[in-house]
């Protein structure tokens, strides 16, 4: 579903913006909405009159989110600017979660804030992530460009040199933005960091003992990382709360899938 013809107050959103938690354009008015899925997204200014339509099927909705999972309705949700405010509304069968644990059922509405917030549409097996940024104020510049600098990353995770290369050898699925992304087993994280470096004798033990210890270490801020939180079958599900955890808070980013293609050396 395209955008309104000749709207400056709605436009598409190129693929190559890349995740909004990286940042939005300087001097976008305050209250301009950025919706961002997998297959790109826009931008709404609070005065357009507009409602953003969210769902697995592109041609009826204006973002797309879980294209491949019919768990997700094929309009599962819209955006509208209601009052002085922007307000999600969940119209699908499948909850929608904000950061943390609070959900969004079936027929609710939640008021979004004024900041980055990435949605999860939950489904039995997976997440989809939809970016949702409303901007707060306007910047010195006005060059349509991303701006890393103006981000807030206060709420990253501290990971070693170690650490980062391994999570993100172990969330490259999720980071390429593959379908019903998985981590990759430890025996595949192992043979890929062999690869990169032979000589720091990198096994599946050394790799799962790795991401354990990141794990233990956000427990006691981060729920759903310990077995006692999770009901069982366990699965995936330690490693797929720890990656989501990662990549909500932009502590792993797209850029760093390219510490996968160097090498210390033989």
């Known amino acids: 579903m395209a955008p309104q013809e000749g709207s400056p107050k709605v436009r598409l959103l190129p693929r190559e913006v890349g995740s909004l938690a990286h940042g939005i354009p300087r001097a976008t008015p305050p ?3 950025f919706v961002m899925g ?22 009826d909705v204006h973002v797309c989110v879980g294209a491949a999972d019919r768990h997700v309705s094929r309009r599962h ?34 008021e979004l804030p004024a900041a ?32 890393e600098a103006e981000t807030d990353n206060s709420d990253k995770w501290k990971l070693s040199k170690e650490e980062r290369l391994l999570l993100v050898c172990l969330a490259q699925r999720y980071l390429r933005q593959e379908p019903h992304p998985q981590p990759l087993t430890w025996a595949q994280v192992a043979y890929e960091l062999d690869l990169l470096q032979p000589r720091r004798g990198w096994t ?6 790795g991401v354990k210890t990141v794990r233990e270490r956000l427990s006691g801020k981060v729920h759903g990382l310990t077995e006692k939180e999770v009901p069982p079958p366990i699965g ?31």
């Open 236 to 266: 995936n599900a330690l490693n797929h709360n720890l990656i989501t955890e990662l990549l909500v808070t932009a502590t792993i980013r797209e850029e760093d899938l390219a510490l996968l293609d160097r090498s210390d050396g033989p």
């Open 116 to 147: 980055y917030t990435p949605l999860f549409i939950v489904t039995p097996r997976q997440e989809h992530l939809l970016e949702v940024r409303i901007a707060t104020g306007a910047a010195l510049s006005s060059r349509e460009a991303l701006h």
């Open 77 to 110: 949700g819209y955006i509208a600017h209601e009052g002085s405010r922007w307000v999600l509304h969940n119209t699908g069968r499948m909850a929608i979660r904000f950061p943390g644990s609070r959900l969004v059922l079936g027929g609710q509405q939640a």
């Open 38 to 59: 997998v297959e790109g997204g826009m931008r709404v200014a609070p005065d357009a009159g507009f409602t953003l339509l969210f769902g697995r099927c592109e041609p």
């Open 31 to 33: 209250g301009t909405l």
């Open 204 to 209: 599946a033990k050394v790799a799962s003992y």
